[in-house]
């Protein structure tokens, strides 16, 4: 397993953490995903022999918020 966090731009509300984090947890090989509105950072722990960050960022992407 290994842990990365995003800078995640965009991100206001209660219903914006959920959606990223809806999004990121549906993925097959994310283990955890920890939401901080208040800094922008989404930490994600994940199987990198199953998932890479270029489909994180595109599944948060797709939610309508911008990874840096």
């Given at each position: ?56 960022k ?11």
């Open positions: 397993m290994k842990t990365i966090t995003l800078d995640v731009k965009g991100m206001t509300c209660g219903h914006c953490k959920s959606a990223v984090n809806g999004a990121l947890t549906e993925i097959d090989g994310i283990d955890r995903v920890e939401v901080n509105l208040e800094t922008g950072k989404v930490e994600v722990t994940y199987d990198e022999n199953k998932i890479d960050q270029a489909k994180m595109d599944a948060i992407e797709e939610q309508g918020y911008d990874v840096a």
